[in-house]
């Protein structure tokens, strides 16, 4: 039985993105997989020794270049000062056995590159590893960055 109420029968009607996840779901079908997941290609190096030596200049300078210094007391400041002028002037060998005092003013507790990771904060996630800091150095970004970080630490107290 029909009866009329005055209103007008219900129809169905596409929702607004309907269209856009059917356009996707063609394109990722016809493709094979989703536009993400596809890597753009790697910029030409010039050399690769070249490249390698600026991503290691680039590793130094990321790290200490706007880089918050977080340091609660004079001894946390002066150990990380000390740790950054044993990075800007000692061997590779004698900076892989350095041993800086920790949190507590221990002494002997940390690594440089533990020291680095609890007072320096950079503008963006760097990886820190003592090879590349040390190739840094030899740059002149990498030693700039070095210096200017060790003025903005300022002097240690008496």
Do not use: F
Request: glycine share 8%.
């Amino acid at each position: 039985m029909h009866t009329t109420t005055g209103m007008k029968p219900l129809r169905w009607h596409a929702a607004p993105g309907a269209a856009l996840v059917a356009v996707t779901l063609a394109l990722v079908t016809a493709c094979g997989k989703p536009a993400e997941t596809v890597a753009p290609a790697p910029p030409p190096a010039a050399s690769a020794g070249a490249s390698a030596a600026a991503q290691v200049e680039n590793r130094l300078v990321a790290l200490l270049q706007g880089a918050e210094i977080q340091a609660e007391t004079d001894a946390q400041r002066a150990e990380l000062r000390r740790a950054l002028q044993d990075l800007r002037d000692k061997p590779p060998a004698e900076l892989a056995a350095a041993r800086y005092a920790g949190a507590d003013g221990q002494p002997g507790q940390r690594s440089l590159e533990e020291i680095l990771r609890a007072h320096l904060v950079p503008d963006r996630p760097v990886a820190i590893d003592l090879d590349a800091l040390v190739a840094g150095r030899a740059e002149s970004g990498g030693r700039r960055a070095l210096d200017d970080t060790l003025a903005r630490i300022g002097a240690t107290a008496r």
